[in-house]
């Protein structure tokens, strides 16, 4: 075989698709929409796992998909130049016939192209694995790649795909850490493209670090794999987000509650007295007004000694669990179980899982060993059908049944570093250390799979995974781990949060005040509390050295500035609420960093979007009371909380007390919802609509209401009002119409910084 030359001829085309072969290797392109590529690099061979990421349509068989598949894409064909290059719109997509050398152009700029002398691991001039060398520009962009630590442009910096338990990690620093998502979007001088990349195995991405005296500035990705199969997407920043996001399945439209306050603490489970800790939590959090609508039952519940047993009830702690579940249910509170995928050796079950060969496993059949919680355990091998059934009787009947609500799929990142260690593989076994993440996929979509069974198809879910692939959000809200107590966690966690927005997972949060360290001392707990009033998930949740709970009353003085914070974060569930459906619907992230709105923008700015139209104001950094910042370009500005205009592009100072609700600016020629009941977060919801008013011209803005639990609103069963403003010289006109079957006249307020009075009209009206 030659090297570093290869010859590549066109073996077969069609409308939307060629195929070229060159010794040894097949290349595949597809057009599978006008912004969507897919190229495939595939030595003879090789098997071709399924992918768990790709979802365009329909559900995902336990199995996996095909990664070759074309069901659900609704192609394309563009204007062919010979066999090597296609044309169509402002895009050139070509190849080179030696080497198979990539080359895209938009309005004839250079938008991604191959490193030469050879982009690919064509012939093992690279190795044993495959490779893709990429051209890079100087002063290109990075984002995404899922929960990353560092800044938010990750240009110049190297990157372990490979999920990691990393407790206690530096989030400026560490790598690699939980999620699996081998997606980026780089921006030059072209625009923007996305890369990614369709594997499970363990992948490194370069983006700059490293040189070569031989070719000229590149960025590369290795895949733990030979084969090499990846994506294009196009568009702008925005579209490619949203491409992204529904190539992987989208986001789960989770129960309302989903977005409460959530408490959390290793300190009760791991209590002998753990039923009475719990109990006077729920109490409390009645007692002192703060509503709270699930707890996360850390894994002290399955305890037998300082061990951790998976789908056992330390009867000793917890006498009645289904007494404690009603007890909660009843203060409105639902409880979320830590589920974990490894099964200690002596483990009450361990002998009948293993005579049933359902753990991952040795050559000879044998279980595989990992470290796990002071012992060893196996990992449960999810594609085993026996298992996984068995997983799901377990979720059921240890959990559900005693009044469980959710599961919390915790310590799945699948470790598993030997390629000795065989998974089942649906009767086809292969090297578990391939597909890693695949593990937890499945783990969450079992979990996902008995809840839907035992509450019924008619009532939507909520769980929780740590590690997953691309896509683990269509099924599951994530958070960023097991961070630190310190004040760069807070500004670098808010950096991940905003990477995972980029990298289609939207439903996030962090473990609000640190999970493990030291307890977080005032400011800084009510700087995170603050910022985690703007993210999905609302969650405090610790295992502080001193084995102190971190909960809203840890410091008591602090408790009227704490409860200021929960009523903004309250006020603001409407408006949060339709952003997740949104998320849901229109694949649009719920935060998003400035650069999502206006690619000249900074993108490490302290100031970010929430929703559409929603510009939150955090402090990140210690001792800090005052901000000076530069407002976003909007061509109608931007109102404080008091109504006063601040116009777009302008550097303004404002004062940020650590005590009380952080700042939020609407944008001029947005409508803002907001609960106005008497007791938010637990009375039902009564929408308030504020009107921003711009100076002249018109604009439009719905919001989605439902009973927050059920899937009636596929019926229409909903509340769809959608508002047409028009800001006219002598008023502002807003027209409103509701599409769903649930009646609602709107309560409805104007802020005008023109004073204009506000003509309300019923859509059907004359």
Same mark, same amino acid.
């Given at each position: ?87 169509? &719109? ?76 990393? !407790? ?35 992948? #490194? ?27 294009? %997407? ?107 995928? #490894? ?61 469980? @609500? ?34 937890? !996929? ?34 599951? !809200? ?148 005052? %901000? ?19 116009? &777009? ?14 700042? @939020? ?15 938010? &977060? ?85």
């Amino acid at each position: 075989m030659p090297q570093f030359r290869h010859l590549f001829s066109c073996v077969e085309r069609s409308s939307g698709h060629s195929l070229y072969r060159t010794e040894g290797t097949l290349s595949r392109v597809d057009f599978l929409s006008e912004s969507l590529l897919r190229v495939a690099i595939l030595p003879d061979g090789v098997r071709l796992l399924p992918t768990l990421s790709v979802y365009p349509a329909g559900g995902m068989p336990r199995e996996g998909r095909d990664r070759l598949s074309l069901d659900g894409f609704p192609l394309f064909s563009p204007e062919r130049e010979g066999d090597f290059a296609f044309v169509w &719109g402002e895009y050139r997509l070509s190849f080179e016939p030696v080497n198979f050398l990539m080359r895209l152009t938009k309005n004839g700029l250079p938008l991604l192209s191959d490193r030469a002398p050879m982009g690919h691991n064509l012939g093992g001039e690279y190795g044993e694995y495959a490779r893709h060398y990429l051209a890079r520009e100087p002063g290109e962009r990075i984002y995404g790649l899922g929960d990353k630590s560092g800044a938010l442009n990750k240009a110049g910096r190297r990157f372990r795909l490979d999920s990691a338990d990393a !407790m206690g990690y530096d989030a400026e620093t560490s790598d690699p850490l939980y999620q699996h998502v081998p997606f980026y979007i780089c921006q030059n001088g072209a625009g923007f493209v996305g890369l990614f990349y369709d594997t499970h195995a363990g992948c #490194v991405f370069d983006f700059g670090k490293e040189l070569s005296n031989y070719t000229g500035a590149y960025r590369y990705t290795k895949i733990g794999e030979r084969a090499l199969v990846y994506y294009i %997407l196009l568009g702008t920043l925005p579209e490619i987000v949203a491409r992204f996001s529904s190539l992987t399945g989208g986001s789960a439209f989770l129960p309302r509650r989903a977005l409460l306050f959530s408490g959390s603490t290793m300190t009760y489970t791991d209590a002998p007295d753990a039923d009475r800790q719990l109990r006077a939590f729920a109490d409390e959090c009645g007692a002192r007004g703060f509503a709270c609508g699930g707890f996360y039952l850390s894994s002290g519940y399955t305890s037998i000694g300082q061990k951790r047993y998976v789908f056992h009830w330390n009867n000793e702690k917890i006498p009645n669990p289904k007494a404690l579940a009603a007890y909660f249910r009843a203060r409105g509170i639902e409880l979320v179980a830590n589920i974990k995928p #490894v099964f200690l050796t002596d483990h009450p079950l361990y002998e009948t899982i293993a005579r049933r060969s359902w753990f991952l496993h040795l050559p000879d059949g044998t279980p595989a060993l990992t470290p796990f919680w002071d012992g060893l355990g196996s990992w449960l091998d999810f594609t085993n059908p026996g298992a996984y059934d068995f997983w799901k009787e377990q979720v059921i009947s240890q959990l559900l049944a005693n009044g469980i @609500a959710g599961t919390w799929n915790d310590n799945n990142e699948y470790e598993v570093l030997d390629c000795g260690v065989l998974a089942d593989g649906f009767g086809n076994p292969y090297p578990a250390c391939l597909e890693k993440p695949a593990f937890a !996929m499945r783990m969450a979509a079992a979990s996902l799979e008995a809840q839907q069974s035992f509450f019924g198809a008619d009532r939507r879910q909520f769980l929780s995974s740590r590690a997953g692939a691309a896509g683990i959000c269509r099924m599951a !809200m994530v958070w960023t781990g097991d961070n630190r107590t310190e004040w760069k966690t807070l500004r670098y966690n808010h950096y991940m949060g905003l990477t995972l927005s980029l990298s289609g997972l939207y439903l996030f949060g962090h473990d609000i005040g640190g999970f493990v360290g030291l307890a977080p001392e005032r400011e800084l707990f009510l700087r995170w509390l603050q910022h985690g009033a703007f993210t999905p998930r609302f969650v405090i949740h610790s295992w502080n050295d001193d084995a102190r709970a971190t909960t809203p009353w840890f410091y008591e003085d602090l408790v009227p500035a704490v409860r200021e914070i929960f009523a903004f974060r309250y006020r603001m569930l409407p408006y949060l609420y339709d952003a997740m459906y949104r998320a849901h619907t229109l694949h649009e992230p719920i935060l998003r960093p400035l650069v999502y709105e206006d690619p000249a923008a900074d993108p490490e700015s302290d100031l970010f979007f929430v929703g559409d139209s929603l510009l939150a104001v955090c402090v990140f950094d210690q001792g800090v009371s005052e %901000l000076t910042l530069r407002l976003p370009k909007s061509g109608d500005g931007w109102y404080d909380e008091r109504g006063a205009w601040l116009p &777009g592009g302008e550097t303004i100072t404002l004062a940020c007390p650590a005590q009380g609700a952080p700042h @939020a600016l609407h944008k001029g020629g947005s409508v803002f919802a907001e609960d106005a009941a008497p007791n938010p &977060g637990v009375d039902e919801i009564e929408p308030v609509f504020t009107i921003y008013a711009q100076e002249s011209g018109s604009f439009s803005r719905g919001y989605f209401f439902d009973d927050g639990e059920t899937t009636a609103y596929l019926q229409n069963d909903c509340t769809q009002i959608a508002f047409s403003i028009s800001c006219l010289p002598d008023c502002v006109r807003v027209r409103y119409e509701n599409r769903g079957n649930r009646a609602i006249r709107p309560n409805v307020r104007l802020i005008d910084r023109l004073h204009r009075p506000l003509d309300l009209v019923k859509g059907d009206d004359p």
